[in-house]
């Protein structure tokens, strides 16, 4: 390709980035919030919430004129014996109450236009380390926007049926350090990504180092594993990123009892 073709191609690419970026970010700070409760207060039988149990755990369909939707949950946890039938009975129900507050929001939702069928979908992962169970649970609703609103929940808990956040497991100014770490690896994902010929497209104020912005996150061994939603950290384009960190890489943040095996 000639020289001029090919620096318009790259040029309308960063462009194109850009400019879905831009309106990704605004979109990503309004949006998800909508059908991503965790306060909601669900009452009533499991009659009103009827599931289908599968190997892959509880399975919850509704179809109707207006919306579909179809989740996944778990029914069991599998965390130590030690925490006892009570332990894993608070922590399903959490999760569940999670997905029930999705599902309830999800129905609330305006689309503001007629004859739009609304999807709505949900599913999960489980992830275990030496001292913890997590769960992630990946969302994705579609009610007639330019995309759907993907993001993820995640659920991390210890052997004593406990729910942990980062704070219970790293120490020290350790947001200042993830926030480090997640910037320098997604720009270089999105840069393989993109062959290297397109400059990353990010959003700094998705790596700033808050809570919030780290709230998403499991263990997977020794590994830490931290989640961003599409428009967080990068334009729709690049999708959502994952960033891995090895736990004894960041010792000095760790607390001592999640370093050993």
Same mark, same amino acid.
């Given at each position: 390709m000639p020289s001029n073709n090919r620096n318009i191609v790259i040029s309308g690419v960063?462009? +194109?980035l850009l400019a879905i970026g831009i309106g990704g970010w605004m979109f990503y700070t309004r949006e998800p919030q909508a059908i991503d409760s965790t306060t909601i207060e669900i009452e009533g039988s499991a009659s009103d919430f009827p599931f289908t149990k599968t190997t892959e755990g509880r399975k919850h369909v509704e179809d109707t004129a207006s919306y579909h939707i179809e989740v996944m949950y778990p029914d069991t946890v599998g965390i130590s014996a030690t925490a006892g039938t009570s332990g894993e009975r608070i922590a399903l129900q959490k999760m569940e109450q999670y997905v029930k507050g999705v599902v309830s929001d999800f129905k609330k939702e305006d689309t503001g236009q007629s004859g739009i069928k609304k999807t709505l979908e949900m599913g999960y992962k489980r992830f275990e380390s030496a001292h913890t169970v997590s769960f992630v649970f990946t969302v994705s609703a579609d009610t007639g926007g330019a995309h759907p609103i993907s993001y993820f929940k995640t659920f991390v808990w210890n052997k004593k049926g406990e729910a942990l956040s980062l704070g219970g497991i790293l120490k020290g100014?350790?947001? +200042?350090?993830? @926030? /480090?770490? @997640?910037?320098a /690896?997604?720009? +270089?994902?999105?840069q393989t990504m993109s062959g290297g010929e397109v400059e990353a497209v990010i959003f700094e $104020?998705?790596?700033a180092p808050t809570q919030d912005n780290f709230q998403n996150f499991y263990l997977d061994g020794t590994e830490l594993v931290l989640l961003f939603d599409p428009y967080q950290v990068a334009a729709y384009a690049a999708g959502a990123q994952e960033v891995h960190i090895k736990l004894p890489e960041i010792k000095e943040f760790v607390? @001592? $009892?999640y370093l050993q095996g």
């Open positions: 960063v462009v +194109a100014n350790y947001l +200042a350090k993830l @926030s /480090q770490l @997640s910037k /690896q997604v720009k +270089a994902n999105i $104020e998705g790596f607390q @001592s $009892e």
